[in-house]
């Protein structure tokens, strides 16, 4: 029988056999991945990227590189992948961008990307439509203004969220900025971090909102104060997926001068420890669920750190469930940041550009973009508050948008991602017009998230209104057509929860205004003052839900 980690009880209905783990001395690798990642470092594959495949084209690039190395850089095959063209995402740490950096982006996009950019949830940017052959050029334009794809995807440190209002919000903790660059700078492009079980994400926020999303991530640092001293709250084994967890609390205080060593000694567990036997189990949501926070906190503490972590109070709570940042919110210098909604995190290189010129124009060139697929302009004087706004609007980039685009965010979608079956991003755009339509003048906020696929990179499970992509029977025959599970109630700050899965239901994707229109239209009306659509959602008995849940499908 395998040798078990002590303290680690298996996984229910699960037998007692290796993971895998190279901590228990099993290195034999089990999937095809990690035999690729054995046979050489991914990070190599960049010689390769330069100077071969950019001068001999797709059709030289071999299965190793192309299904698992080139993620490494930033790079997936879209669809479809005999067009050889390639998603290229971009590394922006802590969503902190100069009005250089955003327009070297734009650009891009332009000349080689048929100009089209995503701005994601886990406040990147995604580029399409890329050629093999013009990556190194790309790469040129963005390392001159310190940009890289290194290490956007693949099993890694990927890029570090933090709160996109750090270092001018007028009450934050404590300007965390420092403490993402630096654990950025501490895990990235080296050969110590590059062969990882699985994607690993990190958040690091000095806000009082917790708009870094920490519920959810591998390890999210919350900073809270205690007895006059501010240092972060540390959580770990979270995430999504098709099986999500929410992180679980080490129960420690952690000062600033220890967040890199931290991090550094959570991810090295990861990396020793985390399962390898199947991708599907790697992430080290699963081993936190096996082994419970405590004994992840012992083990990090013999192991990983120089001296144990000091005890902790209880959470700080969150004061927001919506964290778009939208709008105008006052710097503690005096001036504001004024923060606007691409469409479900679609925008244009032109858009960018332009956003680049506005940045100069009213601020001091800098930008942020957030969890939530939006972006902001910051350091904008009194006086030019309005006619940034006006700008934005005349753009296409509204920063008061009506409700339903303030708060509907959606994944890249079948237009270019080859796990997706339904489209999102014009989905998106043709739902939140129909809502306006419906739903005239509404103020309050629904979150309505729609994914391609079960792999949630557009969070369906923490949603108001949660829609996973699904082929549906089409009523009047044919063809299955697009459609979606729904997920109700989800919900991050205060007391977080996943949506609830409306078992059996699927609405096709021409009748979601209809439906959505129909849930918040009850909302409105049932609700008690001020109550957020999950909390009148979930406080509902089963047999009133189900009741609200039918009359909405009518």
Not at 165 to 180: F, H, K, Q, S
Request: proline share 6%.
């Amino acid at each position: 029988m395998a040798e078990q980690i002590p303290g680690a009880a298996p996984r229910k209905g699960a037998r007692r056999r290796s993971e895998s783990q190279w901590a228990m001395g099993y290195y034999e690798p089990q999937t095809p991945a990690e035999r690729v990642k054995r046979d050489q470092d991914a990070l190599e594959v960049f010689d390769r990227i330069v100077n071969l495949h950019a001068k001999e084209g797709f059709r030289s690039i071999m299965p190793q590189d192309l299904n698992v190395r080139y993620r490494w850089y930033g790079l997936y095959t879209q669809r479809p992948e005999e067009d050889g063209l390639f998603m290229m995402r971009i590394r922006v740490p802590g969503g902190v961008l100069s009005a250089d950096q955003v327009e070297a982006i734009g650009r891009i996009s332009q000349t080689y990307g048929q100009d089209v950019a995503d701005v994601t949830d886990r406040q990147n940017f995604q580029l399409h439509n890329i050629r093999i052959e013009d990556v190194p050029d790309v790469w040129a334009r963005l390392s001159a203004v310190q940009l890289s794809t290194q290490e956007a995807c693949g099993d890694v440190p990927r890029n570090i969220l933090g709160c996109p209002l750090a270092g001018i919000a007028a009450d934050e903790l404590i300007d965390a900025t420092p403490y993402v660059l630096a654990v950025n700078n501490r895990l990235t492009g080296t050969k110590e971090f590059s062969n990882l079980p699985r994607k690993f994400k990190t958040s690091i926020s000095g806000c009082r909102d917790q708009c870094a999303v920490h519920e959810i991530m591998d390890i999210g640092m919350v900073a809270h104060e205690v007895g006059g001293r501010v240092g972060f709250d540390v959580w770990s084994g979270g995430g999504l997926g098709p099986n999500p967890h929410f992180a679980q609390r080490l129960g420690a205080f952690v000062p600033p001068e220890r967040v890199v060593e931290v991090a550094v000694g959570i991810v090295s567990l990861f990396r020793d420890y985390g399962y390898r036997r199947s991708r599907n189990h790697a992430r080290l949501k699963f081993l936190m669920a096996d082994w419970g926070a405590e004994k992840l906190r012992e083990t990090l503490e013999q192991v990983y750190l120089t001296r144990p972590l000091e005890d902790g109070p209880p959470a700080p709570e969150s004061r927001s469930v919506h964290r778009e940042h939208l709008g105008v919110t006052r710097q503690a210098d005096g001036r504001s940041a004024i923060g606007f909604a691409p469409m479900a995190g679609r925008i244009s290189g032109t858009q960018l550009v332009r956003i680049a010129g506005l940045a100069r124009r009213f601020g001091n060139g800098r930008v942020r973009t957030t969890t939530q697929q939006k972006m902001l302009i910051l350091d904008v004087p009194e006086e030019d508050v309005e006619p940034l706004i006006t700008a934005l609007d005349d753009y296409g980039l509204p920063a008061r948008p009506n409700a339903f685009r303030a708060s509907t965010m959606a994944c890249t979608g079948i237009e270019f991602c080859k796990l997706a079956v339904v489209d999102t991003k014009a989905r998106a755009r043709w739902l939140i017009d129909e809502l306006d339509a419906l739903l005239p003048g509404i103020h309050d906020r629904v979150r309505i998230n729609l994914n391609g696929c079960p792999n949630s990179c557009a969070r369906y499970q923490l949603a108001d209104i949660g829609l996973m992509g699904s082929l549906v029977p089409d009523p009047d025959g044919g063809d299955r057509i697009d459609g979606f599970q729904v997920h109700l109630g989800g919900k991050l700050g205060g007391q977080y929860q996943f949506g609830k899965k409306q078992k059996g239901l699927r609405v096709a994707g021409r009748d979601l205004p209809k439906f959505v229109a129909g849930l918040v239209g009850t909302w409105l009306e049932h609700r008690d003052e001020g109550q957020d659509f999950s909390e009148w959602f979930n406080e509902l008995e089963p047999a009133e839900a189900e009741t609200v849940v039918a009359g909405a499908r009518g």
